[in-house]
């Protein structure tokens, strides 16, 4: 029972690494798809990683040395399938009207090893099913799969980390296991009962997608950083032992924030991702909207100490260190005044940084709503079957003024 105890100890004490690690795939997709993760729908996820790290714990810990697993003597597999029931006729005795005897059979760790391994996947059945939307039979499959994963684990001696297994392989763990995952699937609507439906979910998920939130814009200029670094270089070795070499980085950011928003009609790589995109105000932003936009982003409120430090190491002037100075001083506090200007502009619901209100631009999300789920509107928020830069061509296109001027 202590090995039990801390395995799930060490899951929730690692748990948010991995789950960091895990994170961003899971946000890129599901804005990819929808544009928008429902606080429900994370605390699902989450506990899923939650629950497959500790049952993963439950399967290898506690680790013993290599010298005390050098010296076992018992074999690495059982191969008789329903051998536990032989195990446990061997090792228990029961009187069903006894509840001390009860109580000394479930006591027995040929009892409880058991239940604890139809324990271990009936959450795994449930997430199938209420997650992931897998039919039974499928259920079964992959509960043996991830069974078959654990087994496999300890009979390669923790990948070879060992000497030797330090645990059996044992076939009945993979009947038993294969059981609770069916188990969980089987009595999951009874939990589901309780829950939004996956439809609900989705349904509300495409609702807020039709917004553009902080978070959203934040995950898109982290992945736009990534891609940055990468470009970057890319360029540093096309460009080594040239005199160009030194500017690098002031290259790659013009060619990414300047040149490709206007390749692709206001997105970079990571608003393309999570499926947003500069328009104008209340149409299509025009190029030279993109360009002043990107240029104010770009070399002021971003990245304005790369092109001052390079005018600092390059210029020789009188009075220096004092106007370069002054210009770290002058563009910071555009920074800060930019950002509490966004700050104040989400309390308006306006959530605009100043550089997007001088410029006349906003970020819009492009993501297209699966009409199936329109029916399945929650909150009151009625979903939009195409995207919002759509809707603003439509209704600035001459075709339907002239449609709404025959129409009065």
């Known amino acids: 029972m202590e090995s039990y105890k801390i395995s799930i100890e060490v899951a929730i004490l690692v748990f948010p690494i991995i789950a960091f690690i895990l994170t961003t795939p899971f946000l890129i997709h599901q804005y990819q798809k929808y544009g928008a993760i429902p606080f429900f729908k994370s605390v699902i996820f989450y506990s899923l990683i939650l629950y497959l790290i500790t049952a993963y714990f439950m399967v290898i810990l506690p680790l013993p040395t290599k010298a005390f697993v050098a010296n076992l003597k018992t074999s690495p597999t059982q191969l008789i399938p329903f051998n536990f029931i032989k195990d446990i006729k061997l090792t228990t005795s029961l009187h069903i009207n006894d509840l001390n005897s009860l109580l000394q059979f479930l006591n027995k760790p040929t009892v409880y090893t058991v239940l604890f391994n139809f324990l271990l996947t009936m959450p795994f059945g449930f997430y199938l099913r209420y997650f992931f939307k897998k039919k039974w039979y499928q259920t079964i499959f992959y509960t043996f799969l991830l069974s078959l994963f654990f087994e496999l684990t300890q009979l390669s001696a923790?990948?070879?980390?060992?000497?030797?297994?330090?645990?059996?392989?044992?076939?009945?763990?993979?009947?038993?296991?294969?059981?609770?995952?069916?188990?969980?699937?089987?009595?999951?609507?009874?939990?589901?009962?309780?829950?939004?439906?996956?439809?609900?979910?989705?349904?509300?998920?495409?609702?807020?997608?039709q917004k553009v939130t902080s978070i959203r814009r934040l995950l898109a200029f982290f992945i736009d950083i990534l891609f940055i670094i990468l470009f970057n270089i890319v360029i540093q070795l096309l460009l080594y032992n040239t005199k160009l070499e030194n500017y690098s980085f002031l290259i790659t950011?013009?060619?990414?924030?300047?040149?490709?928003?206007?390749?692709?009609?206001?997105?970079?790589?990571?608003?393309?991702?999570?499926?947003?995109?500069?328009?104008?105000?209340?149409?299509?932003?025009?190029?030279?909207?993109?360009?002043?936009?990107?240029?104010?982003?770009?070399?002021?409120?971003?990245?304005?100490?790369?092109?001052?430090?390079?005018?600092?190491?390059?210029?020789?002037?009188?009075?220096?260190?004092?106007?370069?100075?002054?210009l770290k001083i002058i563009f910071g506090t555009l920074q800060i005044i930019n950002f509490i200007y966004y700050i104040v502009s989400i309390f308006n619901k306006d959530n605009l940084f100043l550089y997007e209100k001088i410029t006349k631009t906003k970020n819009i999300s492009t993501i297209i709503v699966d009409k199936n789920f329109i029916e399945h509107s929650v909150d009151n928020i009625p979903l939009e079957a195409e995207p919002e830069e759509d809707k603003i061509q439509k209704h600035s296109s001459p075709k339907v003024k002239k449609k709404k001027k025959n129409k009065n």
């Open 253 to 326: 950011i013009t060619l990414y924030y300047l040149l490709l928003p206007l390749i692709t009609k206001g997105q970079t790589i990571g608003k393309n991702i999570v499926k947003i995109k500069v328009s104008g105000i209340n149409q299509e932003a025009k190029w030279y909207q993109l360009f002043f936009r990107n240029f104010i982003f770009t070399y002021i409120i971003v990245f304005p100490f790369v092109w001052i430090d390079m005018l600092d190491k390059i210029l020789v002037i009188k009075y220096q260190e004092i106007i370069f100075i002054s």
């Open 158 to 209: 923790l990948y070879g980390y060992y000497p030797r297994p330090y645990r059996i392989f044992d076939v009945d763990d993979l009947i038993i296991n294969t059981t609770g995952g069916f188990l969980g699937h089987l009595f999951a609507p009874l939990l589901m009962f309780f829950l939004p439906s996956q439809a609900e979910l989705e349904a509300k998920s495409y609702s807020k997608g």
